[in-house]
């Protein structure tokens, strides 16, 4: 079965300081790879994708970064972290990579990271 | 991506059933139709899905207007359990499995 992972789980940092969040997927190969980010109270906008290795796209601008050095493997990074930045990091990833038209795959979340800027 | 309505929140007791309304009137004759839920301090988790015919499977039932410009997803019978904030969501299946989720609705249940 398929399992993803994200560490830490929880996470306290000073503005200004770098950030790297790591996520990782089990039991499934070439699968899509997607970050969101949920400020308090509000709701899930996505931040990055990626249908392949070294494939990212981004869907808004901002103070942070993505990369995949492996095919199931997803980092989130920031090299100078602002106070906006807080907020729940959730890592999903998706079965079949690239195009697909009648059929879905549902995004599978993982358990989160829970930044707080200071 | 066409946007979505729901209400920001609902309530209702246990054991009832819940309709949970979605308007969409700028749906896309390709856009299918997502429900997504997060429980408190989880990731979402998925719900159900349609693109023109009612819909249904062992968490939900999706009602889909003839029009397709809105969607009901309906719980037969809620639990303590089902109180999360629940989002509909549109998608192109041509390209990425990317969602884009709006605030979605609130919903308690009442023992």
């Known amino acids: 079965s398929q399992t993803i992972h994200q560490w830490p789980a929880t996470l306290v940092q000073p503005v200004g300081s770098p950030l790297s969040l790591e996520c990782t997927v089990e039991?499934?190969?070439?699968?899509?790879l997607y970050w969101y980010r949920q400020a308090a109270g509000r709701g899930l906008q996505l931040l990055f994708y990626?249908?392949?290795?070294?494939?990212i796209s981004s869907e808004v601008p901002q103070n942070l970064s993505a990369s995949r050095p492996q095919d199931r493997q997803f980092i989130l990074s920031s090299k100078k972290l602002l106070l906006s930045d807080s907020g729940f990091y959730l890592c999903?990833?998706?079965?079949?990579?690239?195009?697909?038209?009648?059929?879905?795959?549902?995004?599978?979340f993982g358990p989160g990271t829970r930044l707080t800027v200071l | 991506d066409a946007k979505t309505t729901q209400p920001n929140s609902m309530e209702s007791n246990e054991e009832e059933p819940v309709h949970l309304p979605c308007n969409h009137s700028t749906i896309s004759g390709t856009d299918y139709i997502h429900w997504y839920r997060q429980l408190p301090s989880q990731g979402p988790e998925y719900v159900i899905h349609g693109l023109t015919s009612n819909v249904n499977n062992r968490m939900a039932s999706l009602a889909i207007a003839e029009d397709r410009k809105s969607s009901t997803l309906i719980l037969h019978r809620a639990t303590l359990r089902d109180a999360a904030v629940y989002y509909c969501?549109?998608?192109?299946?041509?390209?990425?499995?990317?969602?884009?989720f709006g605030t979605g609705t609130r919903l308690q249940v009442f023992p």
């Open positions: 039991g499934t190969s070439n699968p899509n």
């Open positions: 999903a990833w998706s079965g079949l990579a690239g195009f697909s038209v009648s059929s879905y795959n549902e995004q599978f």
């Open positions: 969501i549109l998608r192109d299946p041509i390209g990425t499995d990317k969602l884009i």
């Open positions: 990626s249908v392949g290795i070294g494939q």
